[in-house]
């Protein structure tokens, strides 16, 4: 999960790179009909190009170098102030998100005695069995008369659980989130 807060930033510009070309004039250079394209600690490199219908190679020069960050570029400290807020909506949303997926999950393991507990980490998520059985897995994956595979609900009353997570996970990444417990137990995410 990821925390922000509103904090200030004393943010120092940076350097930039730059990067540009220049179409040679055809003939032969001197370094002055070179140089007067460059700025001060840039640097330079010859490479051809095929132009044009026929293919035929034209000569420029690459030009790179450094430069610093203008007023313009320079994000203004109340942005970050904005990013922070953004952040905290983000970890907000993805709290909530979490409340919710435990919710479902507690109500599956009161109705289905079966069921032991709920586990979610590190981008999967299952149940087990009180007998010890093999773990309930949310989906099974089958293979058509095509021989392709497709996914359905394990069990029909887990499509809820299912059909939130798969709308919610890649935006908030909620099964990234540790989180097990039993129908009534606390909830332990540090195990």
Excluded: C
């Excluded at 510009?13 to 394209?37: A, C, F, N």
């Excluded at 010859?46 to 430069?67: A, C, K, M, N, T």
């Excluded at 709290?95 to 507990?117: C, F, G, Q, S, Y």
């Amino acid at each position: 999960m990821m925390y922000a807060s509103k904090i200030t930033i004393d943010y120092k510009p940076q350097k930039v790179r730059t990067y540009r070309e220049v179409e040679l004039p055809e003939g032969l250079l001197t370094l002055e009909d070179i140089s007067k394209h460059l700025k001060e600690g840039e640097k330079f490199g010859f490479f051809q190009r095929e132009e044009g219908g026929l293919g035929l190679p034209v000569d420029y020069i690459s030009i790179h170098g450094y430069r610093d960050e203008t007023k313009e570029e320079v994000i203004e400290p109340e942005l970050y102030t904005l990013l922070g807020t953004v952040a905290d909506l983000y970890n907000k949303s993805s709290d909530l998100a979490a409340d919710v997926v435990e919710k479902m999950a507690r109500k599956i393991l009161t109705d289905h005695n079966e069921l032991d507990e709920f586990i979610m980490a590190m981008g999967s998520y299952f149940f087990t069995y009180k007998d010890g059985r093999a773990d309930l897995q949310p989906m099974t994956q089958k293979m058509n008369k095509s021989w392709n595979y497709y996914y359905e609900d394990s069990e029909p009353y887990l499509k809820p659980l299912n059909d939130f997570i798969s709308e919610w996970d890649k935006r908030l990444k909620m099964t990234g989130d540790a989180m097990r417990f039993t129908a009534k137990s606390e909830k332990i995410t540090d195990w």
